[in-house]
């Protein structure tokens, strides 16, 4: 229930807020309406704390619950993938804050040598599930040994990254065991001894801090990318916990029947280069993005663009960043002919050196980079590209 | 074959402003609309239902006004549609909502195939879907971009980070839907959508579909959130012009600096 305290003013904040028209200021006091959604925007602009979302939390025991749990990404080379050792190396700091134990959990075929790699990034036990059947990712399969790891094991805290193959799994396991998850979170810290999640939402418009004080684990999803990954230690040791699951055929419920690579070999991915060039419609000539490539060629970077490039069939979408494409943070993003649509922006906002250059000195693209060009890119690139090549004498 | 699709009405995105002061959103004049993946998962719906026969039924859950996401379902071909709307529901997190959906597609009886949007563009958290799928206990194809039913399977084509897979699973099954590139939402004439008012519409409560009243809303969601704020605004971009030369020679001082040369 939504509560007024007695320090209400009746300022009316809340009633113009309010996007349901749920709350009204009848004799100085603000009056919650039967129409209330219980959305909370009112408690936020509040300037006198005296609206509050009432909710109790449980007296459950939850001593019992312990440790930090990272899931451990495999990629198709059999290498961790990145997001994972980020996420271990910003679990060391939570875990050593709580006096609690990091742990990687590690499903695969094959896959036991990678414990090594988890313990130089933080983890202190890897509880490996290794079986032929669990060489390629599969949603029933995955969850279910997870969930039944985590019923077993009971971790306190469970994150996995945002990755398509995290966002697939992590609301599988947590609607199963009826526990509180937080999507795509890109802060995560300890408050009151429980996990406090920060995630964008609303494109990235609003932060929310999210906590999940009534259920364990605690679990959260954390954006690729965004987590600084720590420097992994040499020499460190972990214990390694096997288990040993049967996993019946019937369980495998969906397949892969076709899967073909939509990148050239050799072709820089996006999702973990440290510099990205990137290209919108407007910087499509002639039904290519040639003056990207190239200049991207030059500085060694991979080639990003926007979703108008792939909708116009000119980059297949394995290079699209944004909201229906990939996140990605690189150390530097130069983008050139993208207006800055909010879709757009979201999948790229958090990377370290934003250069944008748009012929249009009122576009939205400059609103989060460090530097804005105005000028024309058709002129501007190839010239850039040869100075670049001149730099590094190419 | 009965396809369910969920949808959710979300406020206009692309029009939503943050008040820089109190960090909140300024939802005044922005209009609602439905998700746009969400339209596509009806549309998708509607193409499967044209080609192998059956019905469309497209439910939503949220306050009365979101009837209109509903009739949006109608006019675009479905062909029944409910709303879930009661104040238990409200203050619903993923888990909730996912559960709530549960029942009442339990209650439709038969259910084939569940369509939902990949992510809905408020919270774009993708959770729904896949805890949907859990708590019917059926498989799931998350990021389907076209789904074809045969032989009691549902075939789905997607495009996973580097690759395009065809995915397949056996009915009932649930798929979340992102638009393929070359979509272009219908937006039906006034004809389909005066029809739409005669086609069936329920609304039902949490008393229809049977919940447990301790998992529903605010009450059944283990996810608080504590506080909300406006993001960090960046500083304003360094801003360079002049001669092309001038520029280039800028940029080229800058990605030294920066050290990327």
Known sequence: MLKVKDSCTGCGKCEKTCPFGAIKVENKKAVVQDNCNLCGGCVQVCPFDSLELERKVEKKDFTNYTGLWVFTEVKEDGTVRNATLELLSKGKELATELGQDLCAVLLGSNVGELAGVLARYGAKRVYIVDQPELKEYNTDAYSTIIIGLITKHKPNIVIIPATPLGRDLAPRIASTLEVGLTADCTGLSIKDGLLLQTRPAFGGNIMADIMSPNTRPQMATVRPNVMKMAEPVEGARCEVVREKVSIERGLLRVKVVERTRTSMPGEKNIDEADMIVSGGRGACDEGNLRLIEELAKVMGAAVGCSRAVVDLGIKPKSHQVGQSGKTVSPKLYLVAGVSGAIQHLVGMKSSDVIIAINKDPDATIFQVAKYGVIGDLYELLPKLTEAIKRERGL | ?261
């Open chain 2, 1 to 261: 074959m009965h396809i369910v699709v969920c949808v959710k009405q979300v406020p206009d995105t692309t029009e939503v402003k943050v008040n820089p002061e109190t960090g909140t959103l300024i939802r005044e004049g922005v209009p609602s609309v439905i998700n746009p993946f969400d339209q596509f998962a009806i549309e998708e719906g509607l193409r499967l239902r044209d080609k192998v026969g059956g019905e469309v039924t497209v439910i939503s859950m949220g306050p009365p006004q979101a009837k209109a996401v509903i009739q949006l379902g109608l006019a675009l071909g479905a062909d029944r549609g409910i709303l879930l709307t009661d104040r238990a529901f409200a203050g619903a997190d993923t888990l909730s909502t996912a559960y709530t959906l549960a029942k009442a597609i339990q209650k439709l009886g038969k259910v084939d195939l569940v369509l939902c949007g990949m992510q809905a563009v408020d919270g774009d958290t993708a959770q729904v879907g896949p805890g949907l799928a859990s708590t019917l206990k059926i498989p799931q194809i998350t990021y389907a971009e076209t789904v074809d039913v045969t032989e009691g399977k549902v075939r789905a084509r997607r495009t996973i980070e580097d690759y395009n897979e065809v995915v397949e699973t056996r009915l009932p099954a649930l798929c979340t839907m992102t638009t393929p590139s070359n979509f272009v939402p219908t937006d039906p004439p006034f004809s389909k959508i005066q029809k739409a008012k005669k086609k069936p519409y329920e609304e039902w409560t949490a008393n229809t579909i049977g919940a447990d009243p301790e998992k529903l809303g605010l009450k059944g969601s283990p996810t608080w959130v504590k506080k909300v704020y406006a993001a960090q605004t960046k500083e304003k971009a360094i801003i360079i012009k002049g001669s092309a030369d001038e520029t280039v020679a800028k940029l080229v001082e800058i990605l030294k600096k920066e050290h990327f040369l």
